[in-house]
Nanobody, 118 residues
Framework: QVQLVESGGGLVQPGGSLRLSCAAS????????MGWYRQAPGKQRELVAK???????NFADSVKGRFTISRDNAKTTVYLQMNSLKPDDTAVYYC????????????WGQGTQVTVSS
């Protein structure tokens, strides 16, 4: 059974930091590019960042310089370090696994809420 389980969300003040984790199981982790998306109320889901098996990364312009993404292939876990958080970062954050052979996003996690508010 495939599972992507996110954790680390919560309430943080503007300017603060959070680290999200996504633990994957039931997949051949090395065959997937791992990504983080987010969806704010009333908005479409958008890409935040993704990382290939080889460590190549890309980020949404809105988070460049503030967020970093990393992965631990041995632990089959991907991380999103979020610094200098802004109220506009408030959203449900989802982890996903994109098949490197087909290009399709095969799996999604259940999401974790991040709220940035004073």
């Amino acid at each position: 059974q495939v599972q992507l389980v996110e954790s680390g969300g919560g309430l943080v003040q503007p300017g603060g930091s959070l680290r999200l984790s996504c633990a994957a199981s039931g997949i051949s982790f090395n065959f997937y590019t791992m990504g983080w998306y987010r969806q704010a109320p009333g908005k479409q889901r958008e890409l935040v960042a993704k990382i290939t098996n080889g460590g190549y990364t890309n980020f949404a312009d809105s988070v460049k310089g503030r967020f970093t993404i990393s992965r631990d292939n041995a632990k089959t876990t991907v991380y999103l370090q979020m610094n200098s958080l802004k109220p506009d970062d408030t959203a449900v954050y989802y982890c996903n696994a994109q098949n490197i052979l087909t290009g399709r996003i095969d799996y999604w996690g259940q999401g974790t809420q991040v709220t940035v508010s004073s």
